[in-house]
């Protein structure tokens, strides 16, 4: 049976943002908006500025900010480092 959801983590340059388990990842890259779900192909995309959206395995919606940066999509695992992100509240 495949994996059904994402370990998620949202880090800035001097902190994590958000992590945790989600169903869905949507970011702004600089080639357009890019969702993530389980089972995605290994990328790696540069972010553009703007909003990192994820839902979570239990359909909580988080929002985050990120000004520039990269996402990392591995075995289930995506990862957002930017150099300045914060939740949106």
Known sequence: MAERSLQVSVVAAD??????????????????????????????????KGEVRVTTSTGEKVTATADDGFLSVENNTVTVVAGNASLVK
């Not at 902190?15 to 089972?39: N, Q, R, Y």
């Open 15 to 48: 902190h994590e943002v958000w992590s945790g388990e989600a169903s869905l990842v949507i970011a702004k890259t600089v080639e357009g908006e890019i969702g993530v779900m389980a089972g995605h192909e290994p990328m790696l995309a540069i972010l553009s």
